[in-house]
């Protein structure tokens, strides 16, 4: 089946710098989904992409769909302490419900 | 709006017993997903219904079923608990407009199987 990777598998960074990752696939998804998840709690949607080169931002949080259809990446300026979590990647595999996910990249932001 | 919701939020289960779990999509939304969390696997699509109907299904063994309810409520369950079943069980809902498959999810159910 399709599989996401994504990476770094962690950063550590100071609070105020930016941050960037991203999420690669052998396949081509059509639909880019953006997570994060904190301890204890499902992970929360941030950003939907749907059209290949579209850019997206929320707040201080922008996304990227690629060219190919292949890749995604996510970025955010000016990290906070409230932005540790996990991020995930995840795309619809097939256009059906079933979302496939990258393992995910675990920020820590010390202040 | 309320969110998804699910319960119970923690159980401990020991080898051989069964387990079910609820969940409550957002209001409206009428297709609700399972997904198992664990530390090696990551995320794991386990299965999805729409109008009461498993639409599509994951890899994982007859154990592990579900079900949807006319209120769009699903139901997972886990027979025959393995230690490996250990695990944080989310449920997420979607609206389904046109080809959207932007799913939200609830705070999931942790699984201890001992």
């Known amino acids: 089946g399709q599989q996401l990777n994504q990476s770094p598998q962690s950063m550590f960074i100071q609070e105020g710098e930016d941050v960037s990752m991203n999420c690669t696939s052998s396949?081509?998804?059509?639909?880019w989904l953006w997570y994060k998840q904190e301890p204890g709690e499902g992970p929360v949607l941030l950003i939907a992409?749907?059209?290949?080169?579209e850019l997206t931002s929320n707040g201080r949080l922008t996304a990227q769909f690629g060219i190919t259809r292949k890749d995604s990446f996510l970025n955010i300026s000016a990290s906070i302490p409230s932005d540790v979590g996990i991020y995930f990647c995840?795309?619809?595999?097939?256009?059906?419900?079933?979302?496939?996910f990258g393992k995910g990249t675990k920020l820590t932001v010390n202040p | 709006k309320a969110g998804v919701t699910q319960t119970p939020r923690y159980l401990i289960k020991t080898r051989g017993q069964q387990v079910t779990l609820s969940c409550s999509p957002i209001?409206?939304?009428?297709?609700v997903s399972w997904y198992q969390q664990t530390p090696g696997q990551g995320l794991q699509f386990l299965f999805e219904?729409?109008?009461?109907?498993?639409?599509n299904k994951g890899n994982f063994p007859g154990r592990f079923s579900g079900r949807q309810f006319s209120n769009s409520r699903s139901e997972m369950n886990v027979s025959t608990l393995e230690l490996g079943d250990s695990a944080l069980y989310l449920c997420?809902?979607?609206?389904?407009?046109?080809?959207?498959?932007?799913?939200?999810f609830g705070p999931g159910t942790r699984l201890t199987v001992l």
């Open positions: 992409l749907y059209k290949a080169g």
């Open positions: 396949s081509i998804f059509n639909t």
């Open positions: 209001s409206g939304h009428r297709s």
């Open positions: 997420a809902s979607s609206l389904l407009v046109e080809t959207y498959n932007e799913q939200f």
């Open positions: 995840a795309g619809p595999q097939g256009g059906s419900e079933k979302l496939v």
């Open positions: 219904y729409f109008s009461e109907t498993q639409r």
